[in-house]
């Protein structure tokens, strides 16, 4: 496996697929399916590769295991959408904006999802209370546990 290609997100593939289905007047709708079809087609594209997450450990419990896979969100896609010269980045600017505060009105999650109960985000692969402190995680190479 390539280095890096764990923690890649847009593969080649997925960008040619932005670039094919994004227009620039595509309404949130669109937008949230064109996001589900670009999650759907990464973890295909990452099976079929045999490609799995980076192993991490939690610096505030010491546990150890896979990381969460990659998760594609609506502002992920807009910014995809400026890096790749898909549109100018004043046009993406104005569509975060924008979708900011769409995301506010109709009380949805990064994936453009509503909001059910008190979780905004994404789910996460290790979860766990911690006193006043932030969770980080630390990138572990499997290399290193096995030597």
Do not use: K
């Not at 079929?48 to 990381?67: E, F, K, L, N």
């Not at 789910?123 to 190479?141: C, F, G, K």
């Amino acid at each position: 496996m390539p280095a890096g290609e764990r923690s890649q997100v847009w593969y080649p593939e997925l960008v040619a697929l932005l670039r094919r289905e994004w227009r620039s007047d595509l309404p949130w709708e669109a937008i949230v399916e064109l996001r589900d079809h670009l999650q759907s087609q990464i973890e295909g594209l990452r099976a079929r590769r045999g490609i799995v997450p980076p192993v991490i450990r939690c610096s505030a419990c010491g546990a150890t295991g896979p990381a969460a896979p990659p998760t594609i969100s609506i502002r992920a896609i807009l910014l995809a959408v400026g890096r790749f010269g898909i549109e100018p980045s004043e046009a993406v600017r104005q569509r975060e904006r924008n979708w900011a505060r769409y995301r506010a009105q109709h009380d949805l999650n990064l994936l453009g999802r509503p909001i059910v109960g008190n979780s905004s985000e994404a789910p996460s692969a290790h979860e766990h209370e911690v006193e006043d402190r932030p969770l980080s995680v630390e990138l572990t190479d499997e290399s290193e546990e096995a030597g």
